[in-house]
């Protein structure tokens, strides 16, 4: 019915294999969508079986991709521009309040100010000071049960527009991610997801893992779950050890643990980091 009322085709988001993938894009080529509008991780996975599997999307010219329910990393950027032909886009929000905030075409984050005041709130000074923190979000439309400053378990900064896209409203900025997902080490320095996002963006690194999932353990040491592309990442292994080296206390035991699939959580989305000490 959504088909034929709203031109819309709907597919799987979730737990996705490449057999789902391959009845996604078989779909996709008949439907020929002009927007793509779904979770991060099953765009991603979706661009990814495409490019492993070598398939031809070049005549389908999509004018957008709209990511969201997930953070939308620069490495997946790269890789939905490359395999899709288009700008990607990525939007901030929850079922409880909505949409509130999206990245307009200059890459600014811009906040739905029109029916959301959004602020930041740093109760344990954990994040590095003014400005940034657990983002709250109060509900300005006239509802029977209004959100007053709902947190989010996301930090980030807030802070005025300076954006050349010519848009007022104010922007996100120093999106780190979950509360629960950040890592204050020994010496008092921040660890949020982006360092590992950059991390296994190296080339070298990118080449030899499919996927990974770290855990900081209730001891202080770490445990990364790898998902091998080849069986030839000793080469990557050594780099990435070397690199962690350099950016973790030297007493912090990190070890490598090779697995054939990291599960996604029943909504679908890939946690890239376990936080079992802040949980503990």
């Known amino acids: 019915m959504r088909k034929y009322l709203w031109n819309q085709l709907i597919l799987p988001g979730i737990n996705l294999s490449d057999a789902d993938y391959k009845i996604c894009y078989e779909s996709v080529r008949k439907f020929r969508p002009k927007v793509f509008w779904g979770f991060t991780s099953a765009l991603a996975g979706f661009a990814e079986y495409i490019e492993n599997n070598e398939k031809d999307v070049s005549d389908l010219k999509p004018q957008l991709v709209i990511t969201w329910a997930a953070p939308l990393y620069e490495h997946e950027k790269k890789m939905l521009m490359s395999v899709f032909g288009c700008p990607v886009t990525n939007i901030y929000g929850t079922r409880e309040v909505g949409h509130i905030a999206a990245i307009c075409p200059h890459g600014s984050f811009h906040i739905n100010q029109e029916n959301l005041l959004v602020e930041t709130d740093d109760v344990d000074g954990d994040y590095g000071g003014k400005d940034v923190g657990e983002i709250l979000v109060t509900t300005l439309e006239n509802t029977p049960m209004p959100f007053i400053r709902y947190r989010m378990g996301d930090v980030g900064r807030i802070a005025s527009s300076g954006c050349s896209c010519g848009r007022s409203l104010q ?76 950016n973790f206390h030297s007493d912090i035991k990190v070890d490598f643990d090779y697995v054939e699939k990291i599960e996604p959580q029943i909504s679908g989305k890939y946690q890239m980091v376990i936080n079992e000490a802040k949980n503990s």
Request: with cysteine; proline share 1%; net charge positive.
């Open 171 to 246: 922007v996100m900025k120093d999106f780190l991610g979950r509360t629960g997902e950040i890592y204050i080490t020994r010496d008092g320095r921040m660890i949020s997801p982006n360092f590992w996002c950059r991390t296994f963006m190296n080339d070298r690194i990118a080449r030899a893992f499919k996927r990974f999932q770290v855990i900081y353990k209730r001891d202080g040491n770490i445990s990364i779950k790898l998902v091998r592309k080849d069986n030839n990442s000793h080469e990557a292994e050594s780099l990435l050890k070397e690199f962690l080296k350099k």
